[in-house]
């Protein structure tokens, strides 16, 4: 089997998985989000574009509930020893051979969680799956109950997450020769995304973001290709990544003399990121976080300018986000634990002057500071 992590590491996250499913008296849970899947199991898909679940019992038993294509996808990539097949046809109800299913395994009447929140769950799923079920059991949202977990990366994710940072440091040694006066965009974006490739790395669960002149002020992937001017100013936004395992980074670098606007923005975003790494520790939380990048961008005046997020979780995910589900934003209750690996990033997008900034990295908690994962630091990036 192509599995990344050892029999061990797979028993110990099922272990975690069903005391916490005992401490919220789940009997089952339905999961539907493809990097609850992985990380649960190892299996490697992107079938979840169609309707699959695995369900696990509060006992540690598993079944795969997939189509015929991913049969072979799951056998190859996964500890899941039971699969089940659920057959194309006009019509078809998914959620039906999921109610038979779950009767042959004992679970009416029961508590069953549920994966609602993800992308492995479509408006039409969610809706067949509760007609289906809501007489045969109780159901329970439950899609923050595997995401919680994984927060905290084990060494062996930890490994991964270094590795898909140093894949992300590679992008940008291949990028920066490429940008000039004249450079093209689309060889950029080439170059970025050879070197992940290259250094063994996979695809990112989404685009890289690449932008110049105006659309350097977007946050977003989109269409279109250009070429750099003399002065200009171009916005990146990667990540490497390693058996699914993403380390993203982001900067926006200009061309030709700065203006006084971008250079006053990238001190903001500077102050801010290294005020931010004094509050990620254990001991504050996610909003914390947010607070302290929202009190100095605002101090500033660029309250209107700013994000209502500056950073969030990483992990392995799968299209089409590579955001974990915990993110920087206010109010946000999230304790900062040793071991996650989380994305800080300041963004700045002045409409009024046409003026981008941003500054990203990915961090990796300890007991006490944060550890940055690039070798680039946080200098301003000009040419």
Request: net charge negative.
């Amino acid at each position: 089997m192509a599995l990344h992590f050892s029999d061990d590491e797979f028993a110990e996250r099922l272990a975690r998985l069903t005391a916490a499913m005992k401490e919220e008296k789940l009997d089952a849970l339905l999961i539907f989000a493809q990097e609850s899947m992985y990380w649960l199991t190892g299996y490697d898909t992107f079938g979840y574009c169609f309707f699959q679940t695995l369900v696990v019992k509060a006992d540690g038993s598993m079944v795969l509930l997939t189509r015929s294509a991913d049969l072979r996808q799951a056998r190859h990539t996964s500890n899941i020893e039971r699969i089940e097949i659920w057959v194309d046809r006009v019509n078809a109800d998914p959620t039906m051979d999921l109610k038979t299913l779950l009767s042959e395994l004992d679970l009416l009447g029961c508590r069953i969680g549920v994966e609602y929140d993800t992308h492995g769950m479509t408006g039409r799923i969610a809706r067949l799956l509760d007609n289906q079920l809501s007489s045969f059991g109780k159901l329970v949202d439950a899609s923050l109950l595997v995401g919680r977990l994984r927060l905290i990366k084990s060494p062996a994710e930890i490994a991964h997450v270094e590795r898909a940072a140093a894949l992300a440091d590679d992008a940008l040694d291949a990028a920066l020769p490429l940008i000039g006066p004249g450079g093209s965009e689309a060889a950029i974006l080439a170059a970025m995304q050879g070197a992940v490739f290259a250094g063994g790395g996979d695809y990112p669960a989404n685009e890289f973001i690449i932008g110049s002149g105006a659309d350097a002020l977007l946050c977003r992937y989109k269409a279109g290709r250009r070429r750099l001017d003399a002065e200009d100013q171009l916005t990146l936004e990667w990540a490497g990544v390693s058996a699914h395992y993403h380390a993203a980074m982001m900067r926006t670098i200009v061309i030709g003399p700065p203006t006084n606007r971008h250079r006053e923005l990238y001190s903001a975003c500077r102050e801010t990121i290294l005020a931010v790494e004094k509050v990620l520790r254990p001991g504050n939380t996610f909003g914390t976080v947010f607070d302290v990048h929202a009190r100095i961008m605002d101090d500033r005046g660029l309250a209107r300018h700013r994000l209502n997020a500056c950073g969030y979780s990483l992990g392995a995910r799968f299209s089409p986000s590579w955001m974990e589900q915990q993110m920087f934003h206010l109010g946000n209750p999230q304790e900062i634990l040793p071991d996650m690996s989380l994305f800080v990033h300041m963004i700045i997008m002045d409409s009024d002057t046409g003026t981008a900034m941003s500054l990203g990295q990915t961090y990796l908690t300890t007991d006490a500071a944060p550890r940055p994962l690039s070798r680039f630091g946080l200098d301003f990036i000009e040419v």
